[in-house]
Nanobody, 125 residues
Framework: QIQLVESGGGLVQAGGSRRLSCAASDHTFSNYAMGWFRQAPGKEREFVGYISWAAGRNTAYADSVKGRFTISRDNTKNTAYLQMNNLKPEDTAVYYC?????????????????WGQGTQVTISS
């Protein structure tokens, strides 16, 4: 069972950038697609993006973050990243990474088996 730990959250000014990391517990990391989701207070969990397994040739993003956020992975470090640029107050949320076992990725959170504990990102206006 893979374990995931997010880091990199914090307080950022609007227009700024932040990179979140998601560290996996073992080398099977490369077998999983990695997704990022977020949840703001009082709202449902929202898809942010995913990257497919191994070389990560396929990515997908929510329309709300497309062109501002980029997902990448470094299988040598068992880590996935979410680079967030031009941040907006509406990006404020707890951000979660998750692992999906087919390796293809999905926009639906129910397709993900393993989840991190989340990291808070707050954007000040």
């Amino acid at each position: 069972q893979i374990q995931l730990v997010e880091s990199g959250g914090g307080l950022v000014q609007a227009g700024g950038s932040r990179r979140l990391s998601c560290a996996a517990s073992d080398h099977t990391f490369s077998n999983y697609a990695m997704g990022w989701f977020r949840q703001a207070p009082g709202k449902e969990r929202e898809f942010v993006g995913y990257i497919s397994w191994a070389a990560g040739r396929n990515t997908a993003y929510a329309d709300s973050v497309k062109g501002r956020f980029t997902i990448s992975r470094d299988n040598t470090k068992n880590t996935a990243y979410l680079q967030m640029n031009n941040l907006k107050p509406e990006d404020t949320a707890v951000y979660y990474c998750a692992a999906e076992t087919s390796g293809l990725g999905s926009r639906n959170h129910v397709d993900y088996t393993y989840w991190g504990q989340g990291t808070q990102v707050t954007i000040s206006s």
